[in-house]
């Protein structure tokens, strides 16, 4: 069945590090892919997508690419800051139908200065 | 544009007794999506509905949660009787509907932690 797989934290890292967010799917067709993100003490909110192959999302400084050879949607940043601190998930909705969107686990993100 | 409104934003109740979450999705939104986060867990759904119709309701646990959304507009969550494991947080998202690209993201309300004792 539909399922998303993703890093298991927590991930600690020194201010200005290079993140790695490892998230895998599987999925038939061609799902649409998100990573949403909950800062301490808010609620969930989008933080990126891609919709196709080789699409690449980003904001604030995070990037991630739809590798369809690889179902994977990794999320990078080059430079963390503090304010990066939070828990990141992964998500995925499949194409056609009501689109119900399945989400990971969940990576908590500490960053140090 | 208001965001997705929930509340009561907390609530501590003792097993077997009952609750209720109320959610009021942004306007205009066609679906509106019920999950279940534990903590240390990924947001589970519940319940999706399009408009007042349910579409997906195949992880509701339905000897005892329940939820309506009269009128295609605001939704109620009812656990009746709660267990300890029913501790979480209940989140309300909506969306509209599919977009240009074909994403369907979604915009949450803020949460209702639940505590059974």
Known sequence: GNS????????TLSEEAFLTINCTYTATGYPSLFWYVQY???GLQLLLKATKAD????NKGFEATYRKETTSFHLEKGSV???????????FSP??????????????????? | EAGVAQSPRYKIIEKRQSVAFWCNPISGHA????????LGQGPKLLIQFQ?????????????????????????????????????????????????GDGANVLTFGAGSRLTVL
């Open chain 1, 4 to 11: 998303v797989t993703q890093m298991e934290g927590p991930v």
């Open chain 1, 55 to 58: 699409d690449k999302g980003s």
């Open chain 2, 31 to 38: 679906t509106l999506y019920w999950y279940q986060q534990i």
């Open chain 2, 51 to 99: 408009n007042n119709g349910v579409v997906d309701d195949s992880q509701l646990p339905k000897d005892r949660f329940s939820a309506e959304r009269l009128k295609g507009v605001d939704s109620t969550l009812k656990i009746q009787p709660a267990k300890l494991e029913d501790s979480a947080v209940y989140l309300c998202a909506s969306s509209p509907r599919v977009q």
């Open chain 1, 40 to 42: 301490p003490g808010e």
């Open chain 1, 95 to 113: 194409s056609g139908g009501y689109q119900k969107v399945t989400f990971g686990i969940g990576t908590k993100l500490q960053v140090i200065p």
């Open chain 1, 81 to 91: 800051q503090v304010s990066d601190s939070a828990v990141y998930f992964c998500a």
